[in-house]
């Protein structure tokens, strides 16, 4: 049962262009979600987050946007840059529940921007 | 680099070898996390500790055996291994909020 799903493996984008990542959710109970991004032979390293109480946060080129109601999340980029090029999870956290960081992520999205 | 550090970076193992990953952080984080990461899965957690406690295991099998001597420090204890347990193992780390600090994680091959 995969309860956080990114539909979309791989996504192409030019340089300077905007990138739209998708991650969908099924359980209502998740009220905090993340975006990681990770390199090749690296760690995911945390990107930005959203709790359920937000529908946009925005950091630099980076924004996320929640909507509650589809159970849906998106992580805008703009503008993209090569250097963006990596794989992007999503994750989600029913905080009320547990406590710490106990992450549902997604399959990930290969995202690379060509120059 | 994210103050979770993890060794060793690859791992290569018979199946009746006994192997033990380490994890380490200093960032005064009270949780640590094993995740494990197969081909084209998302990534699954293991097992979690809070303050050296196991509060969970996401039910992994008896032939991974986590050990948290302290809030610093994870480890891994994995013998006689199958080779579909071939993944990257990833070590996390955090405070109460939902974020979680990652290692960059040891490649495991099981031959």
């Known amino acids: 049962d995969q309860q956080v799903k990114q539909n979309s493996p791989s996504l192409s984008v030019q340089e300077g262009r905007i990138s739209i990542l998708n991650c969908d959710y099924t359980?209502?109970?998740?009220?905090?979600f993340l975006w990681y991004k990770k390199y090749p032979a690296e760690g995911p390293t945390f990107l930005i987050s959203?709790?359920?109480?937000?529908d946009k946060n925005e950091d630099g080129r980076f924004t996320v946007f929640l909507n509650k109601s589809a159970k849906h999340l998106s992580l805008h980029i703009v503008p993209s840059q090569p250097g963006d090029s990596a794989v992007y999870f999503c994750?989600?956290?029913?905080?009320?529940?547990?406590?710490?960081?106990?992450?549902?992520f997604g399959e990930g999205t290969q995202l690379t921007v060509n120059p | 680099e994210t103050g979770v550090t993890q060794t060793p970076r690859h791992l290569v193992m018979g199946m009746t070898n006994k192997k033990s990953l380490k994890c380490e952080q200093h960032?005064?984080?009270?949780?640590m996390y094993w995740y494990k990461q197969s081909a084209k899965k998302p990534l699954e957690l293991m097992f979690v500790?809070?303050?050296?406690?196991?509060?969970e295991n996401n039910s992994v099998p008896s032939r991974f055996s986590p050990e948290c001597p302290n809030s610093s420090h994870l480890f891994l204890h994995l013998h006689t291994l199958q080779p579909e347990d071939s993944a990257l193992y990833l070590c996390?780390?955090?405070?109460?909020?939902?974020?979680?600090?990652f290692g960059q994680g040891t490649r495991l091959t099981v031959v």
């Open positions: 500790y809070n303050f050296k406690e196991q509060t």
């Open positions: 996390a780390s955090g405070r109460d909020s939902a974020e979680a600090f």
């Open positions: 959203i709790s359920s109480i937000k």
């Open positions: 994750a989600a956290s029913a905080t009320r529940l547990t406590s710490g960081s106990r992450l549902t």
């Open positions: 359980n209502s109970m998740f009220d905090y």
């Open positions: 960032l005064g984080h009270n949780a």
